[in-house]
T-cell receptor, first 110, second 115 residues
Framework: KNEVEQSPQNLTAQEGEFITINCSYSVGISALHWLQQHPGGGIVSLFMLSSGKKKHGRLIATINIQEKHSSLHITASHPRDSAVYICAVSSGGSQGNLIFGKGTKLSVKP | EAGVTQFPSHSVIEKGQTVTLRCDPISGHDNLYWYRRVMGKEIKFLLHFVKESKQDESGMPNNRFLAERTGGTYSTLKVQPAELEDSGVYFC?????????????FGSGTQLSVL
């Protein structure tokens, strides 16, 4: 069992739908990252959080430290949101020494 | 401002050969990280430089991998000799040192295929 588990692995949604991607982890962490990777592209850091909630545009990330769980929400989804979303945690060491989840592949249909 | 750049974008080599991957971080970023994703698996951390010093190399798989960052600017990751299981995508990321919220900036990766 991975130390960072994401669900679902694959997600297909219709344009406009509200989307939730979940991440659970089993280790103590100093921070949790949500990353986005478009097909054939590099990885973009969306959020880094250690408590509470962050919002950027249509994206919202929440974390519950006690439950070792984080969610990434996308409101009013759009086909351009189609990408792989990756959860990763910093567990001791430097912030960039990350334990990654396997990713959630999101496809938003027009 | 240029982002993190990696070269080459793709490399195909034969087992036993040597390959050198390069990462140019964002100018002024002291932290530089290497990661790897082999097919079907999650991305794994390899190592972390602060300027020219190796801060953490706990993720390096074996001594066939050698990373350097001479002068604290760009970094190279050499695989010698390459084995089939080294195939995968190698990512580099950089960030500024000392920031409380250390945002990572990633390169587009190098796809390595060892035949």
């Amino acid at each position: 069992k991975n130390e960072v588990e994401q669900s679902p692995q694959n997600l297909t949604a219709q344009e406009g739908e509200f989307i939730t991607i979940n991440c659970s982890y089993s280790v103590g962490i100093s921070a949790l990252h949500w990353l986005q990777q478009h097909p054939g592209g590099g990885i973009v850091s969306l959020f880094m959080l250690s408590s509470g909630k962050k919002k950027h545009g249509r994206l919202i990330a929440t974390i519950n430290i006690q439950e070792k769980h984080s969610s990434l929400h996308i409101t009013a989804s759009h086909p351009r949101d189609s990408a792989v979303y990756i959860c990763a945690v910093s567990s001791g060491g430097s912030q960039g020494n990350l334990i990654f989840g396997k990713g959630t592949k999101l496809s938003v249909k027009p | 401002e240029a982002g993190v750049t990696q070269f080459p974008s793709h490399s195909v080599i034969e087992k036993g050969q040597t390959v050198t991957l390069r990462c140019d971080p964002i100018s002024g970023h002291d932290n530089l990280y290497w990661y790897r994703r082999v097919m079907g698996k999650e991305i794994k951390f390899l190592l972390h430089f602060v300027k020219e010093s190796k801060q953490d190399e706990s993720g390096m798989p074996n001594n066939r991998f050698l990373a350097e960052r001479t002068g604290g600017t760009y970094s190279t990751l050499k695989v010698q000799p390459a084995e089939l299981e080294d195939s995968g995508v190698y990512f580099c990321a950089s960030s500024q040192w000392g920031e409380a919220n250390e945002k990572l900036f990633f390169g587009s990766g190098t796809q390595l295929s060892v035949l």
